[in-house]
């Protein structure tokens, strides 16, 4: 077994694909708690093909991949920002707009000059093959910063993503705290692409923080769960697909998809186990040891 | 319970809230113009209209959330930009919140602190204490590490009235507290307010339940996209200004110091099935 895991280990893009599923997939974990409990799911989506937009500019304009798609990024959630202000405009019709526009910028450049096909296809589907030192580098950076700003933000954030208008008034500064988040969100996003594909990144986001939701009702429990499925996903994902020879991308979103459905299977499961031995209990993990917890405090225990 | 004063030396001559010439709205609908209010330092105050009269922008006016198209709002004679922080408690409607959140009633108490220059995620153990403190005070102690999903509305109530104490605010707001809870859980919490007020803690809130701001609150706000009247409520709950405020037949049904109102005219229960 060990030798198993430890022969593909070989490969120097086996070990930086691996290093880099695994940071990417914590990071995205970690940050996809944030994105569903504000349901921000499609932001990450629109995001990710606005930042796709970006890099094919920025290839036209001989700029960096991750510059062009930064500034894409960026670019693109201000725009947002402008257009949902007024309130005429909801928040899933202004993403739609700017960043499928970029998008289609993006496609329109690349059918026209037809050379550089190639190198997109990772951005758009994800090649764990070309990993750089440099991409490395750049990941750990975007994933030690998300770790590091979720963990000194962590009380503005959980307040403003809880009651924001409250948040306001008790003197969070509520849209500075969103726009670090958008931020943060962002420079994920653009580090992740060339591993999971513009394709597959909110699903990278949202599965391990789902997941994590299923398994839990508390919200730190829930961040440290989602952080880990999240690197546990990226890991098992890559040698997956070093088996089975397939995409890296999706093979690492199907392992995340795979692990949602076993724990809402396994939730169902004891739901029905309690409903058939203890009607007077409540269904499901999360809601069983709150009933147990209810209890202890009842009995002031 | 100790409160804080919010200004200088000089703040016993200014109203608690004070809005002069204030205009609201949202781009080019206007809600109210040129609005006048004082509001006494340790009043108990209740806002009371109709549906879309503009409370909600009121409330959010005078807490700074919403930013007045023209005139002044000062709280303790102070801009917002000058009060600090803590100073207003702010208890929201039970419906602007998404219960499945996973949260536990202490943690949302413990947000009251999250304004706090403390950085790291866990809470010291002063801010343990003054949340066991304020649940004992509250009733809440024993739901304290149940999920808010878990919770009645009045327990929720509660938790956020909590959070709301846990700085010792001198200017307590509350959005429709009345709503979203049952009848008993309403006149609960209208008492534990009239206790916080008795202590020194100016409270302003908004309801639909005009008994119970009858029963519960000295002063009374009638406001419908500006101000109609406001008084004692023996003063204000009067047909004319009522029907002013409400547009609709009004009937009050009065018994020596009590009284009752009702919209429309008043069931009469017959003796028989017809």
């Given at each position: 077994m060990i030798e198993f895991l430890l022969?593909?280990?070989?490969?120097e893009f086996f070990r930086h694909g691996l290093l880099a599923t695994l940071m990417v997939g914590a990071s995205c974990g970690l940050i996809g708690v944030l994105v569903i409990l504000r349901g921000m799911s499609y932001v990450g989506h629109g995001l990710s093909h606005a930042a796709f937009g970006g890099a094919v500019v920025g290839f036209i304009l001989n700029l960096n991949f991750y510059a062009g798609a930064g500034v894409m990024g960026l670019l693109a959630l201000l725009l947002i920002n402008r257009i949902t202000r007024s309130g005429t405009v909801k928040l899933d019709a202004a993403i739609g707009i700017v960043t499928n526009a970029m998008f289609a910028l993006g496609v329109a450049i690349i059918s026209q000059v037809r050379t550089f096909n190639q190198s997109f296809e990772a951005a758009l589907f994800g090649n764990i093959l070309g990993i750089t030192e440099g991409d490395l580098l750049l990941i750990g950076f975007v994933s030690l910063s998300t770790l590091t700003t979720m963990f000194l933000m962590y009380r503005p954030l959980l307040f403003s993503t809880f009651d924001q208008e409250t948040a306001q008034v008790f003197g969070i500064r509520t849209a500075r705290v969103q726009l670090v988040f958008s931020l943060l969100l962002t420079l994920t996003i653009i580090a992740s692409m060339n591993i999971v594909g513009v394709t597959m990144i909110a699903a990278t986001l949202i599965a391990p923080a789902a997941t994590a939701r299923l398994m839990t009702d508390c919200f730190s429990r829930m961040l440290i769960y989602a952080l880990i499925i999240g690197g546990i996903t990226g890991v098992a994902g890559m040698y997956l697909s070093y088996i089975f020879n397939t995409a890296s991308g999706a093979t690492i979103v199907l392992f995340g998809a795979l692990l949602y459905c076993l724990c809402w299977l396994t939730n169902f499961l004891h739901d029905r186990y309690i409903l058939q031995n203890h009607p007077d209990g409540k269904s499901g993990f999360v809601q069983t040891a709150q009933h147990q917890s209810a209890e202890r405090n009842e009995a002031g225990l | 319970m100790s409160t804080r004063a919010i200004s200088s030396t000089e703040s016993h001559i200014h109203p608690a809230i004070s809005l002069s010439d204030v205009t609201a709205g949202y781009g080019r609908h206007i809600v109210f113009k040129r609005l006048s209010l004082k509001i006494d330092r340790g009043q108990f105050a209740g806002i009371v209209g109709p549906t879309a009269c503009g409370k909600t922008t009121l409330l959010k006016t005078i807490l700074g959330t919403q930013s007045p198209l023209s005139g002044t709002v000062l709280l303790d004679g102070q801009t917002l930009n000058d009060i600090p922080r803590g100073i207003i408690g702010y208890v929201p409607q039970?419906?602007?919140?998404?219960?499945?959140?996973?949260?536990?009633v202490e943690e949302v108490i413990l947000m009251g602190f999250y304004t706090g220059k403390r950085p790291w995620p866990w809470p010291s153990r002063e801010e343990r204490e003054r949340v066991h403190d304020l649940a004992h005070r509250l009733g809440i102690y024993r739901c304290l590490r149940q999920q808010i999903s878990n919770t009645s509305g009045g327990q929720r109530q509660r938790a956020f009235l909590a959070r709301a104490l846990v700085n010792n605010p001198a200017l307590l707001v509350l959005d429709e507290p009345t709503s979203g809870v049952d009848i008993k859980a309403q006149h609960e919490v209208l008492h534990l307010l009239g206790d916080i007020n008795s202590e020194g803690i100016t409270i302003l809130l908004t309801t639909h339940d005009l008994n119970a701001v009858a029963s519960h609150l000295p002063w009374v706000i009638c406001f419908r996209n500006g101000l109609i009247a406001q008084g004692k409520p023996r003063d204000i709950f009067t047909n004319d200004i009522l029907t002013r405020t409400y547009g609709g037949d009004i009937t009050i049904v009065r018994h020596e110091d009590y009284f009752l109102i009702a919209n429309g005219t008043p069931i009469h229960f017959s003796d028989g099935d017809q």
């Open positions: 022969e593909p280990l070989e490969y | 039970l419906e602007s919140v998404d219960w499945r959140f996973p949260v536990t």
